[in-house]
Structure formats: C-alpha cells, structure tokens
C-alpha cells in the first residue's frame, strides 16, 4: 500500500493575530516535555457511495474550517521559537494531501504499523530539535475508496493529549457548522509561569537516560469490557477498593512486561512505572477542560527487584503514586511559588530511585475518556484512531499508549519495546488471557479477551462483519 503526496500548502489564520500576541511564552509543565510532537491519525469510512473526488472535496472543507480555527487557536499558526517560547507569525499550518494506493477497509483488516506513520506529515523521533519548525502539521490521506485518514502532529511544546482533542474539537465543529463554539483557554502561562530553566533541564537529563538504542516493536493488545471487568474483580478480591480500567491494564501491562524484561535480560532488574497524569480535572476553574498547554504532571510507582508482583499489590502501587497528583498539590503548584511544590515532587521521586540504582522504567500515558471518538467534521465519527506508534524506530523509550476502544467500554495498549522484550512479551500467556494481539479494528476491538489467541479476525469473519459497504 503505497502513499503518495500530491500537494503541500500552507494554511494561514483567516485573520491576522494582533501584535501584541506576537510570541507566546511557555508555561512552566511544558517544559517537561522531551518528544517533539503529539501524533494522532483519525480514520473516516466512507459510508456515502463517494469517491476520491468527493474525499477531495472534503479536503477544501478541511481547510476553510482550519483556517478558521487557527484564528482562535493563534498559537499553532506560528513556528518554534525557542524553547520558551512560540513565535505567532501567523505563518500557518503544513497541509498536505495524499492519496492512498488502497482501500481503507483492506488497510485496517490487518493494519500495518510499519505504514501508520506514512499517514503522518512527519516522523515522531527523538532526534530532531524543533526549533524552528512549524507547531501545526496536517496530512489528509485519501484512499481509493472515499475513505480519509487525516493525520496530525502538532507540538508538543504546546499541546499535550487534551489539548490536542480541544483543536481537534474546535475544528471539527468548524468544518460541520456546529452551534457550540469550542474557544481555547491561554491562561497556562500565569497559572503554572516558567522561572527558569531547572525543570526543563532537569527533564531533559531524565529524557535522556530513558532513551534505548536498538530496533523498536510496537503492538496493540485490546482490552474488551468483559477482560476488564474480569480485570477489576481479580483485583478487588484481593482488596483493592473500586479499581479504574486504567490502573488494572497499566498494572497487568506493567506486570508482564517485567517478566519479559527478565527473561530477555537474564536478571531481574527493579522497575518502575510512570504515569503523565492529566491536571485540569484537578484546577479549580469553570474553563480548565480547554486549557491549552501541557498541563500534566508524572506519577512514579516503583517495583524492587526483589519484590513479589501480584496483579494486585502493582494496583495499589500505580494507585498510591497518582493519588499523591490530588488538587491540594496542583494548588501549590501554581503561581510564583508553584517551582517549589514542583521541585519536592521530582526530589522525592529522585529520592526513590536514586536509592535503587539502575531501574528499568515503563511510561504511559492515557487518552482514555478524552472524546476522539466524537470527532465529527461532517462525514460521521471515526472508526479507528491511533497515535504514537514506534515501529522500526532506532532509538525510542518504553511507552504505552492506553486509547479507547470504539464502544468506550474497552481498551487499546499501544505498547513500544525493544524487539527482544516484544517477542516474549507477545506471547505471555497471562497477558493474552485478557488482551487480544493486534485484531482487526473493523470487530472495534470488542470481540476476544476472553482467552489466549481468541477474538483474532479472520478474513471471512471480517467480511461478514464489516460495516464499510463502500470503503
């Protein structure tokens, strides 16, 4: 399956951005950001009987509702400036077109993750100083069929999971005529102000030693509702009050990959689990949920090498480390003297760790619950969306994406780990009494975890299934 670009233009604000908003500065949380981009690709089927004329179409569409959008959104019309700040020069946002030698369904009936980021306008790396470099970047993939995959990597020096959603959301609305407004909130610079440098260099020393050098494999277990909830009652049987989707994947997730960190190694290593934990719901503001900005903070759970890894005791652990993230510490948090309550969070995570030694760490992130889903510019809502995928990459860290399913009730694990670990990760058999490996989207992610290898699409079962009559 081949993509081919075939035009590339620059999308301007339909307004010029006053002069007194020429350079937004960073607040103080984006500057533990080390990755340059937020990669995130939503798949359209095409439902209507049109074809490629008609997904180009769609594409001129796109762009007005961009251009608008980008008027409200000022910042993400300009370039990197340096790493405090964005210069708003209202030079727009990188749009390009490609069609897709293939159809949409095909694609996703086993989806290559060496081919997902070829829907992207750039290549999420490590290696690249984005300086310099635009803060909004659009690829609209068109397949034969109608079908579009519209791809985005906006920085994240800006945007961190929700706020991606909240321009995703405005410019969504935009393109369909919607009645609700979706307007950004650029107060993050006076709620968390930037006073120096420290934490950004303290991060970019922690960035550091995180990256492995190697070849990277990524694959997607899917959680169904039923795995979950068989999930949380093993965990609660043993104690643990009212456990969330997303503590009994990431501790099981955590759990086996451990495992497999031990076997490929020969040793077992101490470990711990950090988690990017997402502050807005935690700010006491009527307007936090369109705060734009990299308002999260890292939660930091931690396994001995000697430990005993019962599913449930990780539990505990990934719940005692977010909990510690609560509404009294982003309050001290903000304001002039918020570096201070920001300093002892990261001293006693040192504190742990430094005790430890050489630890073996496993990040991840969670964009459940934030709505991709729902993104609708006209056509009707997505039927699959996937963001950072590592596959191949040479240097990389070992993350886990958690994404909803379609339905919202289930889960799907986005892991990146050195190739050696992967192969034995794949295969344990206790992750695989919950999680399918790499089903086909078009079954949502709904069907298996109900056994090893179960809920595994076959071609016949897809076609018999399959709700893309015409892409």
Same mark, same amino acid.
């Given at each position: ?254 759990? &086996?990959? %451990? ?6 190694? /020969?040793?077992? +290593? *101490?470990?711990?689990? !950090?988690?990017? @934990? ?89 964009? &459940?619950? %934030? ?6 510019? /006209?056509?009707? +809502? *997505?039927?699959?969306? !996937?963001?950072? @995928? ?82």
């Amino acid at each position: 399956m081949e993509t081919k670009i075939i035009s590339k233009e620059n999308i301007k604000p339909s307004s010029p951005t006053p002069s007194h908003l020429n350079t937004f500065d960073f607040c103080a949380l984006d500057q533990i950001i080390v990755s340059p981009y937020v990669p995130i690709i939503l798949y359209y089927p095409n439902n209507n009987g049109d074809n490629s004329n008609h997904a180009l179409q769609r594409s001129e569409v796109l762009k007005k509702s961009l251009s608008e959008t980008l008027t409200w959104f000022y910042p993400l019309a300009g370039t990197i400036k340096n790493d405090l700040s964005i210069d708003c020069n209202d030079i727009g946002a990188n749009y390009i077109v490609a069609l897709v030698r293939g159809r949409l369904d095909e694609f996703l009936r086993h989806p290559d993750h060496g081919l997902i980021n070829t829907f992207l306008p750039c290549e999420p790396s490590f290696n690249k100083s984005s300086i310099g470099n635009r803060v909004t970047n659009v690829q609209v993939n068109i397949f034969e069929c109608g079908g579009i995959a519209i791809g985005l990597c906006s920085s994240h020096k800006i945007l961190d999971g929700a706020a991606v959603y909240t321009f995703m959301k405005a410019w969504s609305n935009m393109a369909r005529g919607a009645e609700e407004v979706v307007y950004p909130n650029f107060t993050a610079p006076s709620l968390f102000p930037a006073k120096g440098s420290w934490l950004r260099d303290t991060f970019m020393v922690l960035g550091e030693s995180l990256l492995k050098e190697g070849k990277c494999r990524t694959k997607r277990f899917v959680f169904g509702p039923d795995a979950i909830s068989r999930l949380r009652d093993r965990a609660e049987s043993n104690g643990v009050q009212r456990p969330t989707r997303v503590e009994v994947v990431s501790s099981l997730i955590w759990k &086996c990959a %451990m495992a497999a960190t031990t076997e490929a190694c /020969g040793i077992q +290593k *101490p470990s711990s689990l !950090t988690h990017w @934990v997402n502050l807005r719901p935690k700010i006491k503001s009527n307007f936090s949920n369109h705060l734009i900005g990299n308002i999260v903070w890292v939660s930091n759970a931690v396994c001995l090498a000697s430990d005993e890894t019962p599913l449930h005791s990780l539990v505990n652990r990934v719940r005692e480390s977010i909990s510690k993230i609560n509404v009294e510490f982003v309050e001290k948090a903000q304001g002039d003297e918020g570096s201070f309550a920001m300093q002892k969070s990261l001293q006693e995570m040192g504190e742990i760790t430094g005790s430890i030694g050489a630890i073996e760490n496993y990040g991840f992130s969670s964009w &459940c619950k %934030m709505g991709f889903y729902e993104i609708d510019f /006209g056509w009707g +809502k *997505p039927i699959w969306v !996937t963001g950072v @995928v590592a596959e191949g990459a040479p240097v990389f860290v070992k993350f886990v994406t958690l994404m909803d399913t379609k339905s919202g009730e289930g889960i799907e694990a986005w892991v990146n780990l050195d190739e050696s670990e992967m192969e034995i990760l794949q295969k344990n058999q206790e992750l695989l009494s919950y999680a399918s490996l790499d089903p086909s989207p078009l079954l949502n992610g709904e069907i298996g975890a109900l056994g090893a290898g179960l809920g595994q699409a076959t071609d016949q079962f897809v076609k018999e299934i399959n709700p893309l009559q015409t892409a």
